[in-house]
């Protein structure tokens, strides 16, 4: 599999971009925000059969620095994705959107719809501001499990932090996303990743008491809606969004948050059949 990294510069900041195999143009974007497009490897990669996989770290996440005194608001990276759809000379794009990602292609789509070919939304965030904030406390809830309670006292009375340091804060990283999967220990296969903070409360911000419902009524778009059973997002945030877009939706029982983690072969065979490929 050929991969390319390139650095492309879009509104006057540096994207780091990946690219992945050959084929059609698939678009993916990450979560967060305020993250990177790593954690969403190597799994994601296996798509990369008979199409040409395009990630790229959103504006202020990953190797996309910006000043730290810069605001990054929702609509920099929707103008970030439209003209990185230049950049390729993509006229109208395929995007997969995971978590944040799939709020992120919504509000692209809503507002560049004659650029979008079709939708894949995997574990979207909410598209209503309320429903966001039941998340949080959700994951909250979540991560207050006296599974992942205990396994941190554990690790505390381990030694580990001064045996191995690397092996310490690669389990601490576990356990602070834990309360997104199915099973806490299925967090040993999510490739670590950071996000910066003040990015991702400045997009949120940004956003305010957002709603998009009445707008996706007028998206017509060939989509489909992955989501894990067990995820902190309500799975009827989900089925809202399946509804107003007419999509199907691919319910994953076994899954949290991560469906690409917990159940990969099933969420590879599930978007290798919507999305488009060379023959």
Request: glycine share 8%; aromatic share 8%.
């Amino acid at each position: 599999m050929d991969v390319i990294e390139s650095f492309e510069s879009v509104g006057g900041t540096q994207i780091y971009t990946r690219t992945a195999g050959e084929g059609p143009d698939v678009v993916v974007l990450h979560g967060g925000p305020g993250a990177h497009h790593d954690y969403l490897l190597p799994q994601f990669d296996l798509l990369a059969e008979g199409r040409r996989l395009r990630y790229y770290d959103q504006r202020g996440g990953g190797r996309s620095v910006v000043p730290r005194t810069q605001d990054v608001v929702w609509s920099d990276h929707v103008s970030d994705l439209d003209s990185l759809l230049d950049v390729w000379h993509v006229e109208t794009a395929t995007v997969v959107g995971y978590s944040w990602g799939g709020l992120l292609a919504l509000l692209y789509a809503v507002k560049h719809a004659q650029r979008v070919e079709r939708l894949a939304l995997i574990s979207p965030v909410p598209i209503t501001a309320a429903a966001r904030r039941t998340f949080e406390r959700r994951l909250s809830e979540r991560m207050r499990d006296p599974r992942i309670a205990s396994a941190r006292e554990e690790l505390q009375r381990s030694g580990l932090r001064g045996q191995d340091p690397d092996a310490y804060r690669r389990r601490l990283f576990e356990l602070s996303v834990a309360g997104y999967f199915h099973d806490p220990d299925a967090a040993r296969g999510l490739t670590p990743f950071r996000v910066t903070g003040r990015v991702q409360n400045s997009v949120w911000r940004s956003l305010g008491d957002y709603d998009l419902r009445q707008q996706l009524t007028s998206l017509s778009v060939p989509a489909v809606v992955l989501h894990g059973r067990s995820d902190p997002i309500p799975l009827h945030t989900a089925q809202e969004i399946a509804r107003l877009l007419t999509a199907p939706i691919e319910i994953f029982e076994h899954s949290g948050h991560v469906p690409y983690v917990e159940e990969t072969q099933r969420f590879v065979e599930t978007l290798d059949r919507f999305l488009p490929r060379s023959l």
